[in-house]
């Protein structure tokens, strides 16, 4: 096993090449993701139609909770960003070398683990077509699941029941106690 170490720009001599303040920083547009995802659902709790007999904590706490904490990691990301910015790791470190040597010509050549991405994506589509018919409770766990695959996990099997628990201990936080109704899917009648 070896040790990671990260990689500022900072921490290489880059020939004289020009450097932009974008260079190293282009993963601001996660913030921007977690801010504009934020604003979205900010803007869904503020024209939410609540009972005026609601119960506290309601069901706007939750949401507002998420909302807070995502503004709040989209600013202290940015700022991780911003004071440190960072370039791409790479497999082969003789390649690294040679990418910061013409960072004024083009700049670094970046790596996407597409079989992620698709684990990720497909994920979040089979979630989409899947929640209607097999309710919450599956289709959450089947999203946990692939987004778990997604980042590499080596444990498959104990994914799904951990997805799988989680799942049904969010369906009875959200049914039980904000009485917010999630789908029970069509194909157990409407309910478990």
């Not at 670094?108 to 991405?117: H, M």
């Given at each position: 096993?070896?040790?990671?170490?990260?990689?500022?720009?900072?921490?290489?001599?880059?020939?004289?090449?020009?450097?932009?303040?974008?260079?190293?920083?282009?993963?601001?547009?996660?913030?921007?993701?977690?801010?504009?995802?934020?604003?979205?659902?900010?803007?869904?709790?503020?024209?939410?139609?609540?009972?005026?007999?609601?119960?506290?904590?309601?069901?706007?706490?939750?949401?507002?909770?998420?909302?807070?904490?995502?503004?709040?990691?989209?600013?202290?990301?940015?700022?991780?960003?911003?004071?440190?910015?960072?370039?791409?790791?790479?497999v082969h470190s003789d390649l690294r070398t040679a990418e910061i040597s013409v960072l004024g010509q083009g700049g670094?050549?970046?790596?996407?683990?597409?079989?992620?991405?698709a684990w990720a994506v497909g994920g979040f589509v089979a979630f989409i077509l899947l929640l209607q018919p097999l309710g919450w409770i599956i289709a959450a766990g089947l999203l946990f699941w692939t987004m778990a695959r997604a980042f590499a996990s080596p444990t498959p099997v104990r994914d799904i029941l951990v997805s799988l628990t989680f799942s049904s201990v969010l369906y009875l936080l959200f049914a039980g106690l904000l009485s917010v109704n999630l789908p029970a899917g069509s194909i157990f009648g409407g309910g478990i």
């Open positions: 096993m070896t040790a990671h170490t990260e990689t500022h720009l900072d921490d290489f001599d880059t020939g004289g090449a020009q450097q932009s303040w974008w260079t190293g920083r282009s993963g601001l547009i996660f913030p921007g993701i977690l801010a504009a995802s934020a604003s979205y659902l900010l803007y869904g709790q503020l024209t939410m139609d609540v009972a005026p007999d609601t119960d506290p904590p309601g069901p706007g706490f939750f949401p507002g909770a998420i909302i807070a904490l995502l503004y709040l990691f989209a600013v202290l990301l940015a700022i991780g960003i911003i004071r440190k910015p960072q370039l791409p790791e790479d670094p050549r970046w790596y996407s683990d597409w079989s992620r991405v």
